[in-house]
């Protein structure tokens, strides 16, 4: 990988990371559980506090995945897929330049696991 390349794939890993960061920080405090008011009332804060939860948990996935694509930086194997060994294509990296896994492998993992977000509607 070209050098520069690679530090825009770091710059805009460290930009994902304040993010990931800030989403977190803005939304802890609406992981708090009270229940007063009404039965509407209950009902918006469970919903806000499901949504916090949501933003929270991929925020933190997010980071986790910035903290390994960093990891892989720092060990030379940035850029290649976790699963194939294939390299990543720029354009997938400049989208989700934490991503471990090139397209076809994502693709693959995508149907073997059941969709998170669809937890939230059941
Ligand atoms: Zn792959």
Redesign the pocket.
Known sequence: MKDTKFLEYRRLLVIAENDARDRLAHERPGINIQTHGDAIDNLIEALDREQSITTSMRATEVLRNIHAAFARMADGSYGE??????S?SPKRLAALPWTP??????ERLDEQQPDTDRLSAA
């Open positions: 897929c976790a699963h194939c060994g294939e990543i896994n090139c397209i076809r492998c994502q």
